[in-house]
């Protein structure tokens, strides 16, 4: 439809998108609690198994000493606040172009939450942080919880349609052209990340992962690309 001659097709192509969905549970502090901008944001963060779960570490819960508005300054000040992020979504979402344009943003289509499971395990962790500003170390600290509130924690469904309108990217995005086997119609490198049905070209990114890893892509993409570059000396 954009006007793009098909070269090969392989029906895998931006199919398969993989990330790890967060929600935000900001908090007011008091006014002696120290919010510098430019001080290290992040240095605890707990990982566990969701309960149920056959997935090891499949959700993490990072507390942070400064936080911002979602869609606002970076630099502006709204307390702190714990982020809750699911490591390994059973949903998927695709990519597809907007334009023919190499440079112009193509469509992402997350799909977050769209599977049950993934909306009980992050309603479970959300819940856990309320718990946890239970603790007396937060009782000097923290002066109220800002979002969600004691309605949108009241019942599952309440819950759901907080976490929908406030999901958001960790930025992971991976798993659209993945590696696998030829007889999968959806793999779309094979183990050396050797385009499928082509010679000569090969997708060495994130999106070869098959799924999403459960912890941030950088260190695993830089060990694709150093892997594939010694093969190709």
Known sequence: GLGISVVHELPGVGQNLRDHPNVRVPLEVYDDFPLDPHAPRSQTALRYTAPGSQHRNDIQIMAS???????????????IRFTCILELAEGSGELTLASSDPHVQPNLEYHYLEEPWDRERLREAVRLCVRLLEHPSYQGMVKSRITPTDEELASDEALDAWLRLNVSTSQHISGTCKMGPASDPMAVVDQYCRIHGLEGIRVVDASVMPNVIRANTNATTIMIAERVADWMK
């Open 65 to 79: 000493s400064f936080s911002s508005p979602i869609s606002g300054d970076p630099l502006e000040a709204e307390g």
